[in-house]
């Protein structure tokens, strides 16, 4: 009876959406410390090991970090942060940092659409889907929620970060 109800809803489309701001990720034995990331200037490659017990993680790098400064957001703004090269993070080609992340992390919205505007495959529905998506994770390396791309404002991921800190 509940698989029928599922397949109706399935059916019925966007009308039974379901859409979250964040959701939980489940708890596994993997955590991010296995993964590295090649540095916006390809002048190391960090290995996210280094990051244990911390909270917080530098190219076309003049590309990026000009961007930054005089575009979005601007005015000078220079983020005391590490530039990480760009990669892609749906499809084929993803970084396998972020095939770890969506395995644990559901999708926040079930509606999702294949296009040829996206220059990828495969496309799934646990797919990055836009910038602002956002995934946290704990001081044990272990994802903890996902956060739809409509919480833009970093200010709604304050209460998490703050339980966890308090962790
Ligand atoms: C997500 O986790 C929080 C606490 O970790 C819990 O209170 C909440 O019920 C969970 N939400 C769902 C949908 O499981
Ligand atoms: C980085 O991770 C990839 C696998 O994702 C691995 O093949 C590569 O050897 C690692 N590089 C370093 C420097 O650890
Ligand atoms: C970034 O912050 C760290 C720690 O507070 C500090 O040591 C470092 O000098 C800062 N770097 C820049 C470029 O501001």
């Not at 916006?40 to 590309?63: H, I, M």
């Not at 970090?65 to 499809?91: A, M, Q, S, W």
């Not at 404002?153 to 800190?165: G, R």
């Amino acid at each position: 009876m509940i698989r029928y109800l599922v397949l109706l809803g399935t059916l019925l489309g966007p009308s039974m959406a379901e859409s979250y701001m964040s959701v939980n990720c489940t708890a596994g034995e993997e955590d991010i410390y296995q993964f590295n990331a090649t540095l916006l200037d390809g002048s190391a490659t960090v290995d996210f090991g280094d990051y244990r017990g911390k909270q917080e993680p530098g190219n076309s790098y003049e590309e990026i970090v000009n961007g930054v400064k005089y575009v979005r957001p601007g005015g000078g703004f220079v983020p005391n942060l590490t530039y990480f090269e760009k990669i892609d993070v749906n499809g084929d080609n993803e970084h396998p940092i972020y095939t770890f992340l969506k395995a644990y992390c559901p999708y926040t919205d079930s509606v999702f659409e294949v296009s040829e505007n996206l220059f990828y495959s495969p496309q799934r529905v646990s797919d990055v889907r836009w910038n602002w998506e956002k995934f946290l994770i704990t001081k044990e390396g272990k994802p903890y929620k996902r956060y739809n791309a409509n919480t833009m404002d970093p200010a709604y991921l304050e209460d998490d970060i703050a339980y966890l800190l308090s962790q």
